[in-house]
């Protein structure tokens, strides 16, 4: 991990005139940048855990990060941005992998919502790509570079209600990805027989970083075709269906996939290998669902194996989260060079045939070991981050909390509700509490790591307050019904979590994901009288609590700041416990600090 670098906090707010020219003044030519690149140096180099997982990824500043101008470009809704609607994006890109060089366009649909301020449309596009030419109706506009943004002037009225459509053609060398998934970009690497296998992964990082499009979470297009040529040796897998496959005279082939639904945009993917591929067909919720297996050729057999945990897999979801989101568009398992990524229908595997993490346990419970880490945790993410999608990139948790949630919940399906929490106690020991969980919002800034192993057990926390499976099960389905193909805030899912168990649970959301300070509940037993209370919350948590009040006996208890106390029935003090599935710590005030935590029941 690199050590933090700066110590200012202020987020830089959006100010169109500080975006560069006068407000009709037209920028540099397209071909004639003069700035420099934005300083998006500091994702470049993110350091690696010694357990690390797939699209994690550890900020190598800590929470005094300085955000700049181009991050609030990046990160938030401009006004450039926010009068139009992306309703196709039409992308076609070929890949020469001989000179690790792409060429393409992206023809965007797009509805317009509200009059253009200064007849301004942003587009994204990250150097060292070079936008070529940018045409509406026929004419080619001219457009002023602000680092990875273009602004876009437009000539065309652009009526409010209507429909236009705008294409980029653009060309260049992206930017490698040196440890995928966790920077991104492209990767070209080569399989065990030195053949090339060429695929993009580019969460956090953007889809501008090697197609052009708004790259703004808060908005999906509505469907999306990806047309991906390549060398004709090779198989590109992209996401949706693939509707034509059409040789090209100059020894290329191009691959046209279709995708029918919402699309994130960090999802769409290229993977291009020397793939094989079978088929499966599962009996779902919402009727007969195509699974399709891209192992690379040599790896058919294994893969065979690997695989049958799909099944399984969307058994358990289904039933814990409701339909797979994207049956029109199928379920794909591609593998890929890197570890794995969720791209929408086509999930990214790369977790070498293993069961586990690469082999071993992240909860180091065993649990683990019954199944293979990137189907479960990455195939969760269709529900947890494709289904719902966060609008702003500080709000990851409601993609990766869930997804390591259900981490423990394919494990309660395989092995037992207690296995499930075992497991999910047993991440704990990954919990680091060193920032929050949510980050500054508006600057594509991304929280504390903790997103994925404390957001677990906040979520097997809340299960405990809900105390009805059923219920509990009906907020994870209702979530995704409710949300269906939609991009959220943290406030939509904490308000409908609050509402679907009926209680206010706000003070415990702002508490696990807004500070790094573990519950504390201060206990003392006095004979037969337990004391507590909580201590080292935000003002006004009383999340209720289950203690034993008896030997061998749980009963909850309704904590506040303040001392309470009531009669337990506890032979030594020794006896008293919190109810270990709880996220909390516990201390006796009444013995010495060190050695104060109600043993082996504290959090971990
Ligand atoms: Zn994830």
């Not at 906090?9 to 500080?18: L, N, V």
């Not at 003069?34 to 929470?63: E, I, Q, T």
């Amino acid at each position: 991990m690199e050590t933090a670098t700066a110590t200012a906090t202020a987020t830089e707010e959006y100010r169109p005139e500080a975006a560069g020219g006068s407000a009709r003044g037209h920028g540099p030519s397209l071909r004639n940048h003069s700035r420099k690149p934005p300083a998006a140096s500091r994702r470049v180099a993110r350091g690696l855990p010694p357990v690390v997982l797939c699209c994690l990824f550890l900020p190598a500043v800590a929470s005094t990060q300085t955000f700049t101008h181009a991050d609030t470009l990046r990160g938030s809704n401009t006004p450039q941005r926010a009068w139009w609607d992306a309703a196709f994006y039409d992308l076609h890109v070929k890949v020469n992998p001989t000179d690790s060089s792409i060429a393409g366009y992206n023809a965007i649909t797009y509805r317009i919502l509200k009059p253009a301020p200064r007849r301004e449309m942003q587009i994204d596009l990250q150097m060292p790509l070079v936008v070529d030419s940018i045409v509406q109706d026929g004419l080619e506009l001219s457009a002023r570079r602000d680092g990875n943004a273009f602004f876009v002037t437009l000539i065309a009225p652009q009526r409010v209600g209507t429909k236009k459509s705008i294409a980029i053609y653009y060309h260049g060398k992206p930017t490698t990805a040196v440890r995928a998934p966790w920077d991104g970009g492209f990767v070209w690497a080569r399989d065990s027989l030195g053949r090339r296998w060429v695929v993009t992964a580019n969460e956090g990082l953007g889809a501008s970083v090697w197609w052009p499009n708004k790259d703004y979470l808060g908005d999906e297009p509505d469907s999306q075709r990806i047309a991906i040529t390549v060398p004709d040796s090779l198989l590109d897998v992209s996401n949706g269906r693939l509707r034509s496959t059409t040789p090209n005279s100059d020894g290329s082939v191009t691959y046209e996939w279709f995708v029918t639904n919402p699309i994130n945009n960090y999802d769409v993917a290229v993977n291009s290998g020397h793939y094989a591929h079978y088929t499966d067909v599962f009996e779902g919720e919402n009727g007969k669902l195509t699974l399709d297996f891209y192992p690379l050729d040599y790896h058919l057999d294994t893969a065979k194996r690997q695989f049958q945990q799909v099944t399984p897999m969307l058994q358990c979801f289904e039933t814990w989260f409701g339909p797979y989101p994207w049956y029109n568009d199928g379920y794909k398992l591609v593998e890929t060079p890197h570890l794995g990524m969720e791209h929408q229908s086509a999930v990214a595997y790369g977790n070498q045939y293993k069961n586990g993490y690469l082999g071993h346990d992240r909860s180091a419970t065993g649990r683990g070991m019954e199944w293979d880490f990137i189907i479960i945790h990455e195939s969760a993410h269709e529900w947890w981050g494709n289904n719902i999608t966060m609008k702003d990139q500080a709000d990851m948790w409601i993609h990766e909390s869930f997804a390591t949630y259900a981490e423990g919940l394919y494990t309660e399906c395989q092995q037992g509700k207690k296995a499930g929490q075992e497991y999910t106690i047993g991440q704990r020991k990954l919990i680091r509490n060193d920032k929050p969980i949510i980050a500054a919002y508006g600057v594509n800034a991304e929280g504390s790591g903790d997103m994925y192993d404390k957001g677990g057990n906040m979520l097997l926390t809340i299960r405990q307050l809900v105390d009805d499976d059923a219920r509990w099960r009906g907020i994870l389905r209702g979530l995704n019904k409710t949300f269906w193909h939609q991009t959220v805030t943290t406030k939509q899912v904490e308000d409908y979590i609050s509402r679907g168990s009926g209680m206010n649970l706000g003070k415990v959301f702002d508490q696990y994901l807004r500070t790094t300070k573990i519950p504390t509940l201060e206990y003392k037993l006095q004979g037969q009288k337990l004391s507590y209370r909580w201590s080292n919350v935000v003002p006004g948590f009383a999340m209720p609590v289950k203690v034993t009040t008896s030997t061998g006996r749980y009963g909850w208890i309704r904590p506040t700041e303040s001392w309470k106390s009531m009669a337990v029935k506890l032979g030594r003090p020794e006896d008293f416990s919190v109810d270990e599935s709880f996220y909390v710590n516990a201390r006796d005030v009444l013995k010495p600090a060190a050695d104060s935590t109600a043993t082996g029941r504290t959090a971990r």
